[in-house]
């Protein structure tokens, strides 16, 4: 049974924003609440990027392509993480993944995907 749930993704001009949500399906609150969480993405024929992560101080990270344009949050009563992306730009182009940070091979799901047109 799939662990992560995302939605959200779609097409997008350059410069426009969406908004993606993540929930964990499977885990219970007191595994999924100090749980380091993640959104990754893979970019047609690139490998899988971590581009922003939470953990459960809500002390966050983000990769230096998306630093000030992309916001990541999480609400623990929903098991949910959402990422904000504003100022799309077409390089991010790609499928989204959330997972824990580091990584659980197993709890990958369909990711969503989110198309930026120039």
């Known amino acids: 049974q799939v662990q992560f749930v995302e939605s959200g993704g779609g097409l997008v001009q350059a410069g426009g924003s969406l908004r993606l949500s993540c929930r964990d399906r499977?885990?219970?609150?007191?595994?999924?609440?100090?749980?380091?969480m993640g959104w990754y993405r893979q970019g047609p024929g690139e490998q899988r990027e971590l581009v922003a992560s939470?953990?459960?101080?809500?002390?966050?990270d983000y990769a230096d392509s998306v630093k000030g344009r992309f916001t990541i949050s999480r609400d623990n009563s929903k098991k949910t993480v959402y990422l904000q992306m504003d100022n799309l730009k077409p390089e991010d182009t790609a499928v989204y993944y959330c997972?824990?940070?580091?990584?659980?091979?197993?709890?990958w799901g369909q990711g969503t995907q989110v198309t930026v047109s120039s």
């Open positions: 499977r885990s219970i609150s007191s595994t999924f609440n100090p749980a380091t």
């Open positions: 997972n824990r940070v580091p990584q659980i091979e197993g709890f």
């Open positions: 939470i953990n459960s101080a809500r002390a966050t």
